[in-house]
């Protein structure tokens, strides 16, 4: 296939329109950095913000983020530069809104609408007291974690402090408290069994596979009595697929900078959240069903009884 000349045009041209998307939206982010470092320092003014934000001066984000532009992201998920900056999470959002044509991120997020749908059916008596977003990006699915429980104090994680200061200053001109925090997902600070609920979003396909156990563990660490943990991602299995189709899959770790893509497809999750901690009979590894325009997104769900 790398020497057929019909996939060679068609893998250049899907390169290209990657780096395009890029360069349309950094132009416009890095001219207007500093009015975007401006203005989140307005709405996140201590007089009037909701939630919150913990940066942590001593915290290296792993070299799996920091070694990669993922996705061709310039700087990639960690960039930081400087006093404010929110470079990150605006690139972020406006490259996943290019990218996804509008749909999935943003206000028009689907992914969080899915699983809080699955949710209702699954556990129609869960009312979350604390929630955990683990790897929250620009907050696009952490906030409707907090319209949809407005009783609940809802945490947020991240690695990259530019993507943090962008989500903070996005939660807070939506009117929502979310409290950020500078953490890995597979070592976070927080007590034993403080949380009720947790949640990824397309972050599994986004870590190597000892920060993805990792992450399932400290899920079984955090998760209270009762709770439920649900990790979302792309409908991306390789087992059971044409070697051909595998191939094709493939693109995006040989061409998009994705190092861990494969990595995800080849993961079996089941046994990994046994691993964690879960019952066997207290996992459910499989798709949530596709609405009109969404993917049939896949989740890694867990929970502990009563
Ligand atoms: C695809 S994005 C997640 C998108 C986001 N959850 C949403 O719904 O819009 C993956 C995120 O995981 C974060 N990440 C990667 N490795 C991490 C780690 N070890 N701990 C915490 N966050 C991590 C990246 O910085 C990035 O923001």
């Not at 943003?106 to 556990?123: C, G, M, N, Y």
């Not at 200053?169 to 597979?186: I, Y």
């Not at 959240?273 to 609405?291: K, M, N, W, Y």
Request: charged letters at 20%; proline letters at 6%; one cysteine or more.
């Amino acid at each position: 296939m790398q020497a057929d000349p019909a996939y060679r045009s068609w893998s250049s041209l899907a390169r290209a329109a990657q780096e395009q998307m890029w360069i349309a939206v950094g132009d416009t982010i890095f001219r207007e950095r500093a009015r975007l470092a401006a203005t989140a320092t307005r709405l996140t003014h201590p007089s009037t913000r909701r939630g919150s934000l913990s940066l942590d001066p001593q915290f290296t984000p792993p070299r799996g983020v920091t070694s990669v532009d993922i996705h061709l992201q310039p700087g990639g998920y960690a960039l930081d530069l400087g006093e404010g900056d929110c470079s990150a999470g605006a690139l972020y959002e406006s490259g996943g809104n290019l990218y996804a044509f509008g749909q999935g991120i943003s206000r028009t997020d689907s992914k969080a609408a899915h699983v809080q749908r699955f949710l209702r059916e699954r556990f129609p008596r869960l009312q979350p007291k604390r929630i955990l977003d683990m790897g929250c990006s620009a907050g696009s699915a952490s906030v409707p974690y907090a319209e949809a429980f407005p009783e609940a104090e809802v945490h947020a994680i991240d690695v990259g402090s530019g993507m943090l200061r962008y989500a903070h200053a996005r939660a807070e001109s939506l009117g929502v408290a979310v409290h950020f925090h500078q953490m890995d997902v597979a070592h976070t600070s927080f007590e034993d069994e403080s949380f009720d609920l947790i949640v990824s979003h397309n972050v599994m396909h986004e870590i190597s596979a000892p920060t993805r156990r990792g992450m399932l563990r400290e899920s079984r660490r955090l998760l209270r009595p009762g709770g439920v943990c649900v990790h979302q991602d792309v409908p991306l299995r390789f087992q059971g697929l044409s070697e051909f189709r595998k191939f094709e899959m493939s693109w995006d770790t040989l061409n998009n900078n994705e190092p861990y893509w494969e990595v995800y497809a080849n993961a079996d999750l089941q046994p990994e959240l046994r691993a964690a901690g879960f019952a066997e009979d207290c996992i459910h590894v499989g798709s949530l069903p596709a609405t009109q325009g969404s993917l049939p997104w896949f989740v890694a769900c867990a929970w502990r009884p009563e």
